[in-house]
């Protein structure tokens, strides 16, 4: 239930309970699911609002710029590489689409084992061809190392090994890019060499959040129901991810103060400093060179992380007077 009453009387938050998390098995393969040791001060669900500084035109991660557009995206597209959070301050860290990303003794190749059953937004099932697809991409686009300098194949089901002609020991966190989030082979056969459509886009990953609407005054985001993380207690968190525009950053801070926003997006080093000084907001760094400014009933939210996923946000409730 969204708990976010921002002015009612007593300002004081309760604090979010941790959740106990039962870890099995290892290497992010692992199925865990959170304890029911969280007391009811916690928030469950609901709508998180978070005002974009713009509307985002590109939705195909590969082509998104602007920090509203790899927000979106990243949403609804992973990378290869990631290492994910539950909800309430959980401290596992769980793999992402690679369950695991080793190199070569020489950093010359990088064979990756993917994680099985993960299906893209659209049906269609994430796997080696879909892995190999997207590099091709990439490399087409000048994100990768053109061929012959990087050459993608899978030995055997569930496996992509990258072969380079120079040693890369970073590789693994150049695939971590949410630039490099991986598209269904069938949005990509509809695009071919153009960017995809935000229609094209909104389906074509297999991340926490579906596209719902999109129009001039915003997007809403809802929680993919079938998103592979959920099973290993990752979130999302909330129900719904609301995002208008506000193109002007004091509007931005001002609605954040009344309450008609959790978050709000890319602001200065002035609207921050406002923000601190009161009790119930805060300012975060972004990755960016500006600040998101959060109501203090939004926890999960990562400092310095330009485009982080949102699985793991989760509301708390302000308490009564």
């Known amino acids: 239930m969204l708990a976010v009453g921002r002015r009612t009387a007593g300002a004081a938050l309760l ?10 098995g290892c290497g992010g393969s692992d199925d865990a699911s959170p304890s029911s040791g969280a007391v009811a001060t916690a928030g469950h669900g609901g709508t998180l609002t978070w005002a974009l500084a713009d509307r985002p035109a590109e939705l ?19 990378p290869l590489i990631a290492e994910l959070a539950g909800p309430f301050d959980d401290p596992r860290r769980v793999a992402g689409l690679a369950l695991s990303a080793r190199p070569t003794s020489d950093d010359r190749a990088w064979r990756l084992r993917l994680r099985p059953g993960v299906r893209f937004q659209d049906g ?19 994100r ?21 002609a120079v040693a890369d020991p970073r590789f693994d966190r150049r695939l971590a890019s949410p630039r490099l989030g991986v598209v269904s082979r069938r949005a990509l056969g509809a695009a071919g060499s153009r960017p995809l459509t935000a229609a094209e886009a909104a389906d074509s990953g297999t991340g926490p959040f579906e596209l719902r609407e999109n129009d001039a005054d915003g997007l809403l985001m809802a929680r993919n129901g079938d998103w592979w993380g959920s099973d290993h207690g990752l979130g999302p ?9 506000v193109a ?35 300012a975060l760094p972004d990755g960016y060179g500006t600040a998101t400014g959060i109501e203090l ?7 310095r992380v330009p485009a982080p996923s949102l699985n793991a946000v989760w509301l708390t409730r302000i308490a009564p007077g």
Not at 144 to 164: I, Y
């Open 124 to 142: 269609t099932p994430f796997d080696a061809r879909a892995v190999i697809a997207n590099a091709q991409r990439w490399q087409a686009q000048g």
């Open 248 to 282: 002007d950053p004091a509007a931005r801070v001002t609605e954040l103060s009344g309450g008609d926003l959790q978050v709000a997006a890319e602001l200065g080093a002035d609207e921050a400093r406002r923000l601190r000084r009161d009790p119930l907001l805060d």
């Open 15 to 24: 604090a979010a309970a941790a959740v106990a998390l039962v870890c099995a």
């Open 237 to 245: 968190e909330i129900d719904q991810l609301a995002l208008p525009v």
């Open 60 to 78: 195909d991660p590969l082509f998104a710029r602007s920090p509203s557009e790899r927000l979106v995206s990243r949403q609804i597209h992973e």
């Open 297 to 303: 009933s939004v926890r999960g939210i990562p400092p």
């Open 144 to 164: 990768l190392p053109a061929e012959p300098e990087l050459f993608a194949f899978s030995p055997r089901p569930g496996q992509v090994t990258f072969k380079l």
